[in-house]
């Protein structure tokens, strides 16, 4: 039986990044409080870990408000513009770990909806980095997730409009959804926002997904971008495992499964992926 991990499994770019930054916060700032707002990633392995390192979550607008002092670190799904005028105003000492692609996207809606344009955010309402997004927009933004929703929108024809991405959304449902803004005649300007990231982990976790006879996907029940994989995967294999760490699998595995594939998403951590590895080529 083979077993075959892909390349692009686990953290991307932008969560080394921001686990570097908490890292070295820890190393260079051991007296002082340090805080992520929101947990720094969708693992709760690495979210106990920092915890044991005095890292503390900030869970809410509220919580950020009430602090007075210590330093808070903004992860990579990125924040509103008035997250950090409240750090500011409190004199609390900003740590930007915003992913530089997702800084890419606030940018963008800044300056587009500056100039009058409507925002349409194609991505998870309520996921937090649409929500940063959403916070960048100085005219009311719109998110789109589903085609009923593509095909309800209306605004005046002369409206100009500007789409961007949530940077994990999936590219073929993005570029449907865009289709339907272009046939209603708006005038439109669309920035594919979608991270490299998320396209090649999907794009080589579809092709081994359909030679595997079992496949496993690794990742926070909460991470939407491990969703996806597994959506993606379910699709071209049946015999799909969603699994948050190696505890969480129950595999039977019979005599004839010659292919098992293995993918994370971007939060799920190296030492994880390499133990459901070796106890799958272990043990089968
Ligand atoms: Fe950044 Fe892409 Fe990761 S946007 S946080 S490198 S998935």
């Known amino acids: 039986m083979e077993v075959i991990k892909a390349k692009s499994a686990g953290f991307c770019f932008g969560v080394k990044k921001a686990m570097e930054t908490v890292y070295q916060q820890i190393e260079e700032n051991a007296n002082k409080p340090i805080y992520t707002f929101g947990p720094l990633i969708h693992n709760e392995e690495v979210v106990k870990e920092l915890k044991s390192k005095?890292?503390?979550v900030v869970d809410s607008v509220e919580e950020l408000k009430a602090l007075k002092d210590g330093i808070v670190i903004i992860r990579s799904h990125g924040v509103s513009k008035d997250i950090y005028k409240i750090?500011?105003?409190?004199?609390?000492?900003c740590v930007d770990a915003t992913c530089p692609f997702v800084k890419r996207i606030h940018k963008i809606v800044d300056k587009e909806s500056a100039l009058g344009k409507k925002i349409i955010v194609i991505g998870n309402d309520g996921h937090p980095e649409v929500e940063?997004?959403?916070?960048?927009?100085?005219t009311p933004a719109v998110v789109i997730e589903k085609e009923e929703e593509a095909l309800e929108f209306s605004c005046k024809l002369d409206e100009k409009i500007c789409i961007v991405s949530q940077t994990t959304?999936?590219?073929n449902k993005f570029k449907e959804l865009v289709e339907i803004f272009e046939k209603k005649g708006y005038d439109i300007s669309v920035v594919n926002t979608i991270c490299n990231a998320t396209e090649e982990r999907q794009t080589e976790a579809k092709k081994i997904a359909a030679e595997a006879d079992v496949m496993i996907v690794i990742g926070g029940t909460h991470s939407s971008n491990t969703r996806k994989l597994y959506e993606i995967c379910k699709n071209e294999c049946e015999n799909t495992h969603f699994i948050q760490t190696l505890d969480d699998l129950n595999l039977e595995l019979p005599k004839s499964v010659r292919l098992v594939g293995i993918t994370a998403g971007a939060s799920t951590p190296n030492n994880i992926i390499e133990e459901v590895q070796n106890y799958v080529r272990i043990n089968f």
């Open 169 to 171: 959304f999936n590219y």
């Open 54 to 56: 005095g890292v503390e």
């Open 132 to 138: 940063g997004i959403k916070g960048w927009s100085n």
């Open 87 to 93: 750090m500011e105003d409190n004199g609390i000492t």
